[in-house]
């Protein structure tokens, strides 16, 4: 069989043997009446890592975040989020058109934000201005290339958008490649913020769903605003099974991407027509840009694929690969030898 690399995104994770079994064995109820175990298991693991209260199980983590926005604000009000967020750029307008609030960009370096740039964009309360009343972080942060915010960092954040009577939301989705790329637990992320999304489907490889965690109280009203969006759903532990074994099995070896991703970086920095900046290379993702002069991206996707190599382009000159469990280190290399043919044609 000729070789793939999917380098497109950590999405393209399979469930693990283990996922699969425990699937299958899992035990079952409707879970709109609370009454499916295993996903309540999976939200108390969820909160536990975290070190929130409770947990909800949501289907993907554009709907757990659309949850928290719903839950954390009011119709016209404003929402701060970083220029180049999931949240704000990928989540098809879901702010203004479920919640109604109107999110105003912060641009952050390398989507990390700066604690300073937040407190100058809170306004004092004025008859033309909307009330702002949340803070959105992304750790790690996509677009940014997959880069760290640290705890000191999200502390200083919280403190400043608390201090404004802002609640803080943490779109998690890879929260877990944060806390290993920094060598910390990740409820001590988490812990500044009042809620947090994080994805299951991603590098923990579990095949479908997120969840959010906060605190009980708050949890409930997101439980409502789930089953708004069409999110209740029936016998989900045959999901949550899964989940289970991510967050039991999956999260150490994050380490094992980080290493990839790196090994991938430094040897594309060597290709001419390639310009990537090594410091954003944090945890499992690789952004870079090609000349113009050599060719735009979706060719360089396009040529890349015909030799096994699946990548993303994610602009005219902008190419993003991902490391994840299904990409060894010997993938790694026939990836780089596929771009180093690209660049000797
Ligand atoms: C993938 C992602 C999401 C959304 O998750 P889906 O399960 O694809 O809806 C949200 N935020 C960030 C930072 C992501 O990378």
């Known amino acids: 069989?000729?070789?793939?690399?999917?380098?497109?995104?950590?999405?393209?994770?399979r469930p693990t043997p283990e996922m699969r079994r425990a699937m299958a064995e899992a035990e079952v109820g409707d879970d709109v009446y609370r009454e499916d175990p295993t996903v309540r298991r999976l939200e108390e693991l969820a909160a536990e890592k975290l070190g929130k209260e409770a947990g909800l199980f949501v289907t993907s983590g554009t709907m757990g975040n659309q949850v928290a926005v719903l839950t954390h604000t009011g119709r016209g009000d404003e929402v701060l989020v970083e220029s180049s967020s999931h949240i704000f750029l990928f989540e098809a307008?879901?702010?203004?058109?479920?919640?109604?609030?109107?999110?105003?960009?912060?641009?952050?370096?390398?989507?990390?934000?700066?604690?300073?740039?937040?407190?100058?964009?809170?306004?004092?309360?004025?008859?033309?201005?909307?009330?702002?009343?949340?803070?959105?972080?992304?750790?790690?942060?996509?677009?940014?290339?997959?880069?760290?915010?640290?705890?000191q960092r999200m502390r200083e954040l919280a403190s400043v958008a608390h201090q404004a009577g802002l609640a803080v939301?943490?779109?998690?989705?890879?929260?877990?490649?944060?806390?290993v790329a920094l060598g910390v637990e990740a409820a001590e992320l988490a812990?500044?913020?009042?809620?947090?999304?994080?994805?299951?489907?991603?590098?923990?490889?579990?095949?479908?769903?997120?969840?959010?965690?906060?605190?009980?109280?708050?949890?409930?009203?997101?439980?409502?605003?789930?089953?708004?969006?069409?999110?209740?759903?029936?016998q989900a532990g045959v999901l949550a099974a899964a989940g289970i074994v991510a967050l039991e099995k999956m999260v150490?070896?994050?380490?094992?991407?980080?290493?990839?991703?790196?090994?991938?970086?430094?040897?594309?920095?060597?290709?001419?027509?390639?310009?990537?900046?090594?410091?954003?290379?944090?945890?499992?993702?690789?952004?870079?840009?090609?000349?113009?002069s050599?060719?735009?991206?979706?060719?360089?996707?396009?040529?890349?694929?015909?030799?096994?190599?699946?990548?993303?382009?994610?602009?005219?000159?902008?190419?993003?690969?991902?490391?994840h469990k299904d990409v060894s280190r010997e993938d790694v290399q026939y990836a780089l030898g596929a771009v180093r043919r690209l660049a000797r044609e």
């Open 191 to 234: 812990g500044p913020a009042d809620s947090v999304m994080f994805c299951l489907s991603k590098g923990l490889a579990a095949p479908v769903g997120s969840v959010l965690v906060g605190d009980r109280e708050w949890i409930e009203r997101a439980r409502k605003w789930r089953k708004v969006l069409g999110g209740g759903l029936r």
């Open 294 to 323: 050599w060719m735009d991206a979706s060719t360089f996707a396009g040529r890349l694929a015909e030799l096994g190599v699946k990548c993303g382009a994610i602009g005219p000159q902008q190419i993003r690969m991902v490391t």
């Open 1 to 13: 069989m000729e070789r793939v690399v999917d380098l497109r995104s950590d999405t393209v994770t």
């Open 169 to 179: 939301h943490l779109d998690g989705a890879r929260i877990f490649n944060a806390a």
């Open 93 to 151: 307008g879901g702010i203004a058109l479920l919640s109604g609030a109107q999110p105003r960009p912060i641009p952050g370096r390398h989507g990390i934000l700066d604690p300073e740039e937040v407190r100058r964009a809170l306004r004092p309360p004025n008859i033309h201005y909307p009330p702002t009343s949340l803070l959105c972080v992304e750790n790690t942060h996509n677009r940014g290339g997959g880069t760290v915010t640290t705890v």
């Open 252 to 292: 150490d070896r994050l380490a094992e991407d980080h290493a990839n991703a790196r090994l991938l970086a430094e040897g594309l920095v060597e290709i001419p027509g390639i310009s990537l900046d090594l410091d954003t290379v944090q945890t499992n993702i690789v952004i870079f840009d090609l000349d113009p």
